[in-house]
């Protein structure tokens, strides 16, 4: 079964063409990251239209590079939450459309359920059950993955997201936005400085959610400090961002290590754009290994939006035979444990 998808949640058009026998036929992703960088973050309005102007020609593009007309397309699955509303719109009419004229069934994906079925397209794969940890800039969710659509939510982030905090702290030192890959890159020549340690917040009590907010504040504090005293430089910012990177990361890797416990499963998938993080993968795996448990990740351009992990994702439940009906509404907030499991 070939089936297209399409990703238009947030700022990125991402088109693939996913064969259930054959794995990934070809996928694209146009980001409109330049469009929004003026303005310090994405503008829905400016999201929607751009969608608009791109979706076709990367459809064609795709087709193109898999060698496929659209009459040889089996499906269409596109994004239908959660995420900025014109942007999904967009997806969601294109790929409606497409699959009516061409007579083929169409499916609404969850953009979570993709993201956490990403590292699916790899060749190192996770065997259900596993916990994920989504990681992205609107979501910082644990949860229990028993099977495609049965979820249950671990812990979640209180206030920020992890992407979010890291746009947040980029955005007090001048790094464009998105801030994740800026700060991971600029702590590469970062050095540890005494007296230079953000909390790992909420690790020091029971339970598994999380809240980045407070570290947003111990990095401006930090920030306005090292200011009043003259000490802010090249050096310092790059201190800075490899204080907050390893904050951020000790978190995380603490409250996973946590949840692989109390679920008593040996399986940790990480996905979502944080999850390209360098250091993050790599503690992970460190830290995870001491307890026997192995980390299952995507590729780089698989972990932030892409249309891949949605054509995966609606690859899955039209083969089960699910699909949706005409009337499908788009939801702007969707929580993932709604979602129907693939066998009822
Ligand atoms: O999944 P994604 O592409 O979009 C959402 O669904 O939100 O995630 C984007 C987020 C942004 O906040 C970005 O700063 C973060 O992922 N990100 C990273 C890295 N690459 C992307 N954060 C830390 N390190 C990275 N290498
Ligand atoms: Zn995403």
Not at 222 to 241: G, R, S, V
Not at 321 to 326: E, H, I, K, R
Request: charged share 20%; glycine share 10%.
């Amino acid at each position: 079964m070939k089936v297209l998808g399409l990703e238009t949640s947030c700022d990125e058009t991402g088109l693939a063409i996913y064969d259930t026998n054959q794995g990934l036929l070809s996928h694209k992703i146009y980001s409109q990251i330049e469009k929004h960088a003026e303005y310090g973050g994405v503008v829905p309005e400016l999201a929607s239209r751009d969608h608009i102007r791109k979706t076709l020609p990367l459809i064609d593009e795709v087709l193109a590079d898999a060698g496929l007309t659209k009459q040889q397309l089996d499906g269409v699955a596109f994004t239908s939450g959660p995420g900025l509303v014109g942007a999904l719109m967009a997806g969601a009419t294109i790929g409606r459309s497409l699959a009516m004229a061409l007579g083929i069934p169409a499916i609404g994906v969850h953009h979570m359920e993709g993201h956490l079925l990403a590292p699916m397209l790899e060749e190192k794969q996770p065997a259900m059950p596993f916990v994920a940890l989504l990681v992205s800039g609107g979501h910082t969710q644990l949860v229990r993955v028993e099977g495609i659509g049965q979820y249950t939510l671990l812990g979640q982030s209180l206030d920020d997201a992890a992407g979010e905090a890291f746009d947040k702290a980029a955005k007090m030192i001048a790094l464009p936005y998105p801030g994740g890959p800026q700060i991971a890159l600029l702590a590469q020549s970062g050095k540890k400085r005494e007296g230079l340690i953000f909390p790992r917040p909420m690790t020091d009590r029971p339970g598994l959610d999380f809240s980045f907010s407070g570290l947003k504040t111990a990095f401006l504090t930090a920030l306005h400090n090292a200011l009043d005293n003259k000490e802010f430089d090249e050096q310092f910012k790059a201190d800075l961002a490899l204080a907050f990177e390893e904050a951020v990361v000790d978190t995380l890797t603490i409250k996973c290590r946590r949840a692989l416990e109390q679920e008593k499963v040996s399986q940790l998938v990480i996905a979502g754009g944080v999850s390209a993080n360098r250091r993050l993968r790599q503690q992970l795996e460190s830290k995870l290994g001491q307890i026997g448990a192995s980390v299952f990740y995507a590729r780089p351009e698989l972990c932030t939006d892409n249309g891949a992990m949605i054509a995966y994702a609606g690859a899955q439940r039209l083969l089960a035979g699910q699909t949706s009906d005409l009337d499908l509404a788009i939801r702007a907030r969707w929580p993932l444990s709604e979602l129907r499991p693939l066998t009822e």
